[in-house]
């Protein structure tokens, strides 16, 4: 059953994907038509068949992206153009057709602007949006489905691990590869994540928060982190250096990460794309060279990693505590959200107020 949000009493805190808002926007997709105009509509269940092509075959993309509200009572969605393009880039890779980015910024524009008043002024809370895109037709023939839904929901949440930067431990995974080169890896394809399941119960039992992926041939260079992008700081203060790894086709694009890397030179911090591994890593911090480690995403924003385990093996991050260029970098990012900061161009939508939206059908 679903949990949805009181408008009367908008939640203080909020568990991650719990507390659904009272909309949803749709739209269909047919190889006859095209697009149907969007939707506005109650937050409901949905028809399906139990021969629809994406629950047998997994022809199903989606994003996930956040709106804010600003002290001036606005709100604003953060990057919404760049999650509408990675959008198609998935469904792309999954031979469906794209959603245009016009009716992507309408259906976010419906949604918030409809069920803005879910969203409180708390700093700590925002509005996580999850655009889905997937195979509705009722047909089993090992073909590209002919029929498409696209479905907005929104759900209000604070932290993914917590409110606070707290570091969290981390489990390296030698066993499951989460993505081969020339698959899905790069795409935030839903059949990515359910595999991904064993080896966060394993991280689980270890006394862990989240996996570290290793990359699938040698299984010994660091990619991700759970659904998260990973970042090494070297040194400290102006100057340190902030190290991710590079695009490989197996590791997400993060727009996040993207973030983190356009904003950290404003901080004096040097960014570059190169391959960390496991050991590198555990050595570079047993010597002191990698003071720092952090995770970055949608849901995470920038949170520091205290602890690696790897097997036998326990090493701790620095000072295991949250350092001050994640510290910084959290800042840097989070002041873009809520607006102590100014924002690069392009990268905030201000959603119009209620019923001023044009688009729905």
Same mark, same amino acid.
């Given at each position: 059953?679903?949990?949805?949000?009181?408008?009367? +009493?908008?939640?203080?805190?909020?568990?991650?994907?719990?507390?659904?808002?009272?909309?949803?926007?749709?739209?269909?997709?047919?190889?006859? =038509?095209?697009? %149907?105009?969007?939707?506005?509509?109650?937050?409901?269940?949905?028809?399906? =068949?139990?021969?629809?092509?994406?629950?047998?075959?997994?022809?199903?993309?989606?994003?996930?992206?956040?709106?804010?509200?600003?002290?001036?009572?606005?709100?604003?969605?953060?990057?919404?153009?760049?999650?509408?393009?990675?959008?198609?880039?998935?469904?792309?890779?999954?031979?469906?057709?794209?959603? @245009?980015?016009? !009716?992507?910024?309408?259906?976010?524009?419906?949604?918030? %602007?409809?069920?803005?008043?879910?969203?409180?002024?708390?700093?700590?809370?925002?509005?996580?949006?999850?655009?889905?895109?997937?195979? =509705?037709?009722?047909?089993?023939?090992?073909?590209?489905?002919?029929?498409?839904?696209?479905?907005?929901?929104?759900?209000?949440?604070?932290?993914?691990?917590?409110?606070?930067?707290?570091?969290?431990?981390?489990?390296?995974?030698?066993?499951?590869?989460?993505?081969?080169?020339?698959?899905?890896?790069?795409?935030?394809?839903?059949?990515?994540? %359910?595999?991904?399941?064993?080896?966060?119960? !394993?991280?689980? /039992?270890?006394?862990?928060? /989240?996996?570290?992926?290793?990359? &699938?041939?040698?299984?010994?260079?660091?990619?991700?982190?759970?659904?998260? +992008?990973?970042?090494?700081?070297?040194?400290?203060? @102006?100057?340190?250096?902030?190290?991710?790894?590079?695009?490989?086709?197996?590791?997400?694009?993060?727009? *996040?990460?993207?973030?983190?890397?356009?904003?950290?030179?404003?901080?004096?911090? /040097?960014?570059?794309?190169?391959?960390?591994?496991?050991?590198?890593?555990?050595?570079?911090? #047993?010597?002191? *060279?990698?003071?720092?480690?952090?995770?970055?995403?949608?849901? %995470?924003?920038?949170?520091?990693?205290?602890?690696? #385990?790897?097997?036998?093996?326990?090493? /701790?991050?620095?000072?295991?505590?949250?350092?001050?260029?994640?510290?910084?970098?959290?800042?840097?990012?989070?002041?873009?959200?809520?607006?102590?900061?100014?924002?690069?161009?392009?990268?905030?939508?201000?959603?119009? &107020?209620?019923?001023?939206?044009?688009?729905?059908?």
């Amino acid at each position: 059953m679903n949990r949805s949000i009181s408008q009367e +009493n908008p939640p203080v805190r909020a568990p991650f994907g719990e507390l659904f808002t009272h909309h949803m926007v749709t739209a269909g997709w047919t190889a006859e =038509s095209g697009w %149907a105009p969007l939707r506005l509509r109650p937050f409901d269940s949905l028809p399906m =068949s139990p021969a629809m092509v994406g629950l047998h075959y997994s022809q199903v993309v989606f994003e996930g992206l956040k709106a804010y509200r600003r002290d001036h009572g606005v709100i604003e969605v953060f990057r919404p153009t760049d999650h509408a393009a990675r959008l198609n880039r998935s469904a792309q890779r999954l031979a469906m057709p794209p959603l @245009p980015e016009d !009716k992507f910024l309408t259906a976010i524009d419906l949604l918030v %602007a409809a069920d803005q008043e879910c969203l409180s002024a708390d700093p700590g809370l925002s509005l996580y949006l999850r655009p889905l895109l997937y195979a =509705s037709e009722a047909n089993l023939a090992l073909r590209p489905a002919r029929e498409y839904t696209f479905v907005l929901i929104a759900f209000v949440t604070g932290g993914f691990f917590s409110d606070k930067p707290s570091p969290v431990t981390v489990w390296v995974n030698r066993d499951y590869p989460r993505a081969a080169p020339g698959g899905t890896g790069g795409v935030k394809f839903a059949g990515n994540y %359910a595999p991904s399941y064993l080896a966060q119960e !394993k991280a689980q /039992q270890a006394g862990c928060h /989240q996996v570290v992926w290793l990359d &699938p041939m040698e299984r010994r260079w660091v990619e991700e982190l759970g659904g998260m +992008n990973l970042f090494f700081v070297r040194g400290s203060g @102006p100057g340190a250096q902030l190290i991710t790894p590079p695009h490989t086709g197996t590791l997400l694009p993060g727009i *996040t990460r993207d973030s983190v890397m356009r904003l950290a030179p404003g901080l004096g911090y /040097q960014v570059r794309e190169e391959p960390v591994s496991v050991d590198q890593w555990r050595s570079e911090c #047993r010597e002191g *060279t990698i003071t720092e480690t952090f995770a970055c995403g949608t849901a %995470a924003v920038v949170t520091p990693v205290g602890t690696v #385990r790897d097997g036998e093996k326990t090493w /701790q991050v620095g000072t295991g505590a949250a350092g001050a260029v994640t510290l910084a970098m959290r800042d840097a990012l989070t002041s873009v959200h809520d607006g102590r900061a100014p924002a690069p161009e392009g990268w905030l939508r201000t959603v119009p &107020p209620a019923g001023a939206v044009a688009g729905q059908a």
